[in-house]
Every structure is written in C-alpha cells, then in structure tokens.
C-alpha cells in the first residue's frame, strides 16, 4: 500500500491501482489468499467477527480461512463452544470466539438498539413487552437448557407478548445483545438457544470502554486492513468522532492519507501473512468479510457491478468469485442426490487457467460439504 507519514500529509488521488493493490493486501490479512490459522476456534478469534446471517456462508467463510478446515469442523466448534453467534454489531448476526462475544456486545450493540427503538415501536413492542419476555426466556431456558426457536418464542407468547411478524426476531436480538441469550449449537437448520450465563459463563469482561474501543481498533485492523476510518466505524456502528478517538489509543497504527480519505494499518502485532500468488481465484460465500467487513467496497468490486452482486432490494449479496479480491463473477450451488454442482456467472471472458481454476476450487467446496462435485457443465464457468 502507497505510504505517508501519520502527520496526515496528501499522497495523491485514489488510483485504480491503488484499489487493486488494497484488494490483494485485504485478501492476505484475511488469509483467503495466504495460509491461515491452524483451527476454527483460532480463524474466529482473528477475525473478531465473521457476518453469519446466512450460517451456511459463514461456515464457509471460516472453512476457506482455515487450512484443512471443512463444514464439520465448524460445526464441531459450535457444538463445544468455542465459536458462537450472536448479535453484537449493527443489528447482524456475527460468529465469534466465545471469549469476545461478551465485551465485543457490551461495546457495540447498545448504539444500535438505540437506534432500532423507532422500528420496535412500529411494530408494537414497547418497553414493558422486552421485561415480560425476558421473565419468559429466563424461565423457559433455565428448566430446559436449551430451545429451538420456535419452543422459545411460545414460552414467550404464553407470557402475553405477540411474537407475530418481526416480533420475535426484534425480541430475540434484544435479548441477545442485552448478553441474557445466546445461539447454542444448532441442530441440523434449527436454530437453538441458551442463557448466556450457563453457554459461555467465561466470556471476556473489558469494563472499561477506552480499553474495549482500543481492542477493537488492534483486533479488526489487524484481518482487515488496509482500511478506512469509515470502514472502521461502519463495521462496528461507532460515529466517525469515535472511530477517530478509538484510533488515537492504538499506538501502532499507521495513518495514510490518499485523496482526502485516511487509511489505516497496524504496523506491528503480527507477523506479515506474506505475498499471495498473482492471479489467486476464489470461491466467496455471500455476505463474506472482504465485501461486508467494509463501508466502501470500490476496492474488490467496481461500483458498475454492485446491482450485480447484489441484484435486489433486500441487500442479498450473491456469492462471488474473485481473482486477486477483486469481484469477476457470482457463483451458485445445487446439491441433489450427494453431489453439488457449482455454476459461475463470470463477468469477464475466461481462459483455460481460469476454467481449471474454478474447477479446483469448485472441488475444494465439494470437499468441504462431504460431497461429490457433480460432472458436466454447472460445474464450469459459462460464457460472459
């Protein structure tokens, strides 16, 4: 990445190689392009957190950062609690390392529940609905242990609060960013949950907030930048005054000004994750970090392609393919009969290494699932 001194001096316009090169140091830092941590439970620590709305593309996301990894050992590691989901930014579902999901809510979930108070209102919910069915989740988890979702929300309306509609989501992320629940191991698509307490009781205090803000700044920056002030802010729900303060208290990052937007890095902490190779092709899961870890994406995906990636209304990032970190197509899956089969919707023409290169990696997502990759032409790239 181009470089200036911290004073903040003007090194030049944002290039288109600029971005480029931003795009090949992210894919390293997030060890999608370089060899990663050896487990899981060590992957989600790194990368404080991974978006999991969609949990199937979050375990991906985690497998492919993992050497070695597959679906079952992310699975594993939800089963021993080590990694969890909850929601501990902007209103989002995130895998976690047990030991950060306590502090990391505590210091970034209250701004966004502030900020959803006009929305529950909307829907009906007003404080004394959150009281009543927290008094119904505690009881209910405390004989039981463990719920599915749908035994959960019942113990709740049997307490007199509609679930109805969005009403229970907005009950549950409530709940779970109060730190009072957590996601407990799913079973097979179920979703599952457990008192926060007895899931994880040793989860990370930082009570402080200027230390908790100056760990964040250390732990996100050290798998996601180079980046922005805006990224920073943005992935966290922070205003930019307190993503600029949050800054200040981390004394090895380096600041970068490039066309009026400032960059930052960490500049010590770990080791380099070295250089990837030139022309690294990747299979990405929707909503994967290199997309959604950032406010501005104009680094892996060019602005005229966003409709692209993301080709309605509801904010439903497609999977996609990239070379380099940069964005040159989506890709789907079809499993029947203990096979998936992998179609690419590519953006620019092929060549035959390209064509060899989604092939491996199509097997590389069979492998992960435990299935076949299924012959014929959904498992190669089409024509633009």
Same mark, same amino acid.
């Given at each position: 990445m181009v470089r200036a001194s911290s004073t903040g001096r003007q090194t030049g316009p944002v290039s288109a190689a600029h971005l480029r090169e931003v795009a090949v140091a992210r894919t390293a830092a997030q060890r999608i392009s370089v060899a990663g941590e050896p487990t899981v439970a060590a992957t989600t620590r790194a990368m404080l957190g991974t978006q999991a709305q969609d949990l199937a593309a979050a375990t991906w996301a985690l497998a492919l950062r993992t050497p070695g990894a597959d679906a079952a050992a992310v699975q594993a590691a939800l089963a021993d609690r080590s990694v969890v989901r909850g929601w501990p930014a902007r209103g989002t579902l995130f895998l976690v390392a047990a030991d950060d999901l306590r502090w990391l809510t505590q210091l970034l979930a209250p701004? #966004?529940?502030?900020?959803?108070?006009?929305?529950?209102?909307?829907?009906?919910?007003? +404080?004394?609905?959150? #009281?009543r069915a927290e008094e119904a989740v505690v009881a209910a988890l405390a004989e039981h242990g463990e719920l599915s979702r749908p035994d959960l929300l019942? %113990?709740?309306?049997?307490?007199?609060?509609?679930? %109805?509609?969005?009403?229970?989501?907005?009950?549950?992320?409530?709940?779970?960013?109060?730190?009072? /629940?957590?996601?407990? %191991? $799913?079973r097979g698509t179920q979703q599952r949950f457990a008192l926060f307490e007895q899931w994880i009781p040793g989860s990370r205090r930082i009570d402080d907030r200027e230390e908790a803000l100056a760990e964040y700044v250390r732990r996100w920056l050290a798998r996601r930048g180079p980046a922005t002030v805006r990224d920073l802010a943005w992935w966290g729900g922070l205003t930019l005054t307190e993503a600029r303060h949050a800054v200040s208290l981390v004394a090895d990052v380096e600041a970068t000004v490039v066309?009026?937007? !400032?960059? /930052?890095?960490? !500049?010590?902490?770990?080791?380099? +994750?070295?250089? +990837?190779?030139?022309?690294?092709l990747r299979l990405? $899961?929707?909503?994967?970090?290199?997309?959604?870890?950032y406010?501005?994406?104009?680094?892996?995906l060019d602005p005229a392609d966003a409709?692209?990636?993301? $080709?309605?209304?509801?904010?439903?990032f497609l999977p996609a393919v990239t070379v380099d970190g940069r964005v040159v197509g989506t890709w789907r899956r079809t499993i029947a009969r203990g096979t998936v089969a992998i179609e690419v919707d590519p953006w620019v023409a092929w060549t035959e290494r390209r064509r060899a290169q989604v092939r491996r990696r199509a097997e590389q997502y069979a492998q992960h699932l435990g299935l076949a990759l299924a012959e014929g032409p959904a498992s190669s790239p089409t024509s633009p």
């Open positions: 701004r #966004s529940l502030a900020a959803s108070t006009g929305l529950w209102r909307r829907a009906g919910l007003e +404080p004394q609905h959150f #009281s019942g %113990a709740v309306a049997r307490h007199g609060v509609d679930t %109805a509609g969005e009403r229970g989501s907005h009950l549950l992320r409530w709940l779970s960013a109060r730190c009072v /629940i957590v996601f407990a %191991a $799913p066309d009026g937007e !400032t960059w /930052i890095e960490r !500049t010590e902490g770990e080791a380099e +994750p070295g250089r +990837p190779a030139r022309g690294d990405l $899961p929707s909503f994967d970090e290199l997309l959604l870890g406010g501005g994406r104009e680094a892996s409709s692209r990636l993301v $080709p309605s209304s509801n904010g439903l």
